[in-house]
């Protein structure tokens, strides 16, 4: 019942012009009356990780232009939870953007999910599959709060990370928005004639 349909956006997207043709060299393109240029290392890290920079070319252009990233330091933090090769490119393929996060900021999402996940080589099944509801990592405190909140109703680790990874905008915004949002199904679901014994079963 408190699923909700959203898609991660990640804080960084902002849209820059795309270069198609395929090639580890990195591409010039004009934007804005101002000629931008990929970040070579960037592209090149990307390269021999074997990922197919013609994907994030397509789709995801703008992180290549991004003059920061940490695509080794990120693909390092996966292998190191137990991800191989063919996953990290995967992942990194999915949600380009991941490689403009911080080693900091991953290090701090990766033991928060790891507090409501079975172990490392579940939280990576779940990035591979999820990967942008992982990666957006500017409402850690939001998150945080709202795992909290729903341990307090009881939801067990298994519903949590489920929700977390399938509706990560439910943990991304304020836990007093999560909980006037329950407070209003509990009272529909009682005034519906429901008992309150079974309200737990119900919101799940």
């Known amino acids: 019942m408190i699923r909700l349909a959203a898609a991660s956006v990640c804080i960084y997207c902002q849209r820059l012009p795309v270069c198609l043709p395929y090639s580890s060299r990195p591409y010039t393109c004009l934007g804005g009356g101002h000629e931008k240029v990929e970040n070579k290392l960037t592209v090149d890290s990307l390269y021999n990780l074997s990922v197919d920079i013609r994907k994030i070319r ?20 996966l292998k190191a939870m137990g991800a191989n090769a063919t996953e990290i490119a995967r992942i990194l393929e999915q949600c380009p953007e991941a490689v403009l996060c911080t080693p900091a900021q991953v290090n701090a999402q990766k033991e928060l999910w790891k507090s409501v996940c079975p172990n490392e ?84």
Not at 58 to 75: G, H, I, P, R, S
Not at 122 to 140: D, M, N, Q, Y
Not at 171 to 197: D, H, K, R, T, W
Request: net charge positive; aromatic share 12%.
């Open 58 to 77: 397509k789709l995801k252009a703008w992180v290549l232009f991004q003059d920061q990233a940490y695509v080794n330091e990120t693909a390092g933090l």
């Open 121 to 204: 080589k579940a939280l990576v099944r779940i990035i591979e599959k999820f990967p942008h509801s992982f990666f957006t990592i500017g409402h850690h405190a939001n998150q945080k709060a709202n795992i909290e909140y729903f341990q307090r109703l009881n939801f067990g680790k298994r519903i949590i990370c489920k929700l977390m990874a399938s509706a990560p905008q439910s943990f991304s915004i304020p836990v007093a928005l999560n909980q006037g949002m329950i407070s209003a199904l509990l009272e529909m679901y009682l005034n519906l004639g429901g008992e309150e014994a079974n309200m737990k079963i119900w919101l799940q």
